[in-house]
């Protein structure tokens, strides 16, 4: 089992930034990998960024590259998704997910394991 905890949404201006931290326990990242996810109100929910457990690949939806950045500190077990220049379609409640051993990591059935999600507002 692996027990995942989101921490760091809040509400920041059009323009900001967000440090988003997901904290594991239970299993290392070995074998895994962790995903962030976003849904919107009235929208399902979308891929946004992944990272292999060994931190080694990254893999981004093309709407957050350039502005969103993941990565993983395996002495912590915490994967992080650092958000720069929010726009407000940004704004979702934000997901961590754990695939094990999948390479289809831009889709949500593959991942096992869900934190409970932590909530990103962007005003204008």
Do not use: H
């Not at 930034?17 to 976003?38: E, N, Q």
């Not at 992944?50 to 993941?70: E, L, N």
């Not at 704004?91 to 059935?109: D, F, H, I, M």
């Amino acid at each position: 089992q692996v027990q995942l905890v989101e921490s760091g949404g809040g509400l920041v201006q059009a323009g900001g930034s967000l440090r988003l931290s997901c904290a594991a326990s239970g299993r290392t990242f070995s074998g895994y990998v962790m995903g962030w996810f976003r849904q919107a109100p009235g929208k399902e929910r979308e891929f946004v960024a992944a990272i292999s457990g060994g931190g080694g690949s990254t893999y981004y939806a093309d709407v957050v590259k350039a502005r969103f950045t993941i990565s993983i500190d395996t002495a912590k077990n915490t994967v992080y998704l650092q958000m720069n220049s929010l726009k407000r379609e940004d704004a979702a409640v934000y997901y961590c997910a754990a695939s094990y051993g999948s390479t289809r990591y831009r889709q949500l059935q593959e991942y096992e394991y869900w934190g409970q999600g932590t909530q990103v507002t962007v005003s204008s």
